[in-house]
T-cell receptor, first 112, second 110 residues
Framework: NAGVTQTPKFRVLKTGQSMTLLCAQD?????MYWYRQDPGMGLRLIHY???????AKGEVPDGYNVSRLKKQNFLLGLESAAPSQTSVYFC???????????FGNGTRLTVT | QQQVKQSPQSLIVQKGGISIINCAYE??????FPWYQQFPGKGPALLIA?????SEKKEGRFTISFNKSAKQFSLHIMDSQPGDSATYFC?????????FGTGTRLKVLA
């Protein structure tokens, strides 16, 4: 079992470029989440999904879109990257709403 | 009402000492309080968790103390080891919505 896999691990974008971050989990989890981690701010929820085909906004959704077309995948898109989106992005999944979160190893994104 | 306040921001402890990290929450509806450990370049991993119907939970050298009336909970690491050097996050959860503290960077000196 790989757990939660995030690709890519690192990415540098220029302002205005777009990209998609991929999260894949092989644990048959229903719930999936995207967080961003910034120094001194902990982990902040961007978007989440409670099942295949569903998505919902979290605490800091502006500038991001997500899709959950397959149960095992959760995609995070940046349509027009901004320097304020420079961060480390973590995907997480959980079996149910009351189960522990399992995190991937993150994607470090720099927007110049 | 959704904040979780964590302190200290950083902590240096001698090998064999006790590391203590504190968190406070406001929303009394939270029903699950996990602690996550994160090493550089890795994602956070669940360390230990507690529900508000118990006041303490111990797993090896790690203990959570929970004070429901004060809306505070803390992580105690006994006999701290250099391998415990990491960033620790507390969190409070209601169903699937987690609110994380801002993290404590722990360094254990050999």
């Amino acid at each position: 079992n790989a757990g939660v896999t995030q690709t890519p691990k690192f990415r540098v974008l220029k302002t205005g470029q777009s990209m998609t971050l991929l999260c894949a989990q092989d644990m048959n989890h229903e719930y999936m989440y995207w967080y961003r981690q910034d120094p001194g701010m902990g982990l902040r929820l961007i978007h989440y999904s409670v099942g295949e085909g569903t998505t919902a906004k979290g605490e800091v959704p502006d500038g991001y879109n997500v899709s959950r077309l397959k149960k095992q995948n959760f995609l995070l898109g940046l349509e027009s990257a901004a320097p304020s989106q420079t961060s480390v992005y973590f995907c997480a999944s959980s079996y149910s709403g009351e189960s522990p979160l399992h995190f991937g190893n993150g994607t470090r994104l720099t927007v110049t | 009402q959704q904040q979780v306040k964590q302190s200290p921001q950083s902590l240096i402890v001698q090998k064999g000492g006790i590391s203590i990290i504190n968190c406070a929450y406001e929303n009394t509806a939270f029903d699950y309080f996990p602690w996550y450990q994160q090493f550089p370049g890795k994602g956070p991993a669940l360390l230990i968790a507690i529900r508000p119907d118990v006041s303490e939970k111990k797993e090896g050298r790690f203990t959570i103390s929970f004070n429901k009336s004060a809306k505070q909970f803390s992580l105690h690491i006994m006999d701290s080891q250099p391998g415990d050097s990491a960033t620790y996050f507390c969190a409070a959860s209601l169903v699937y919505k987690y609110i994380f503290g801002t993290g404590t960077r722990l360094k254990v000196l050999a």
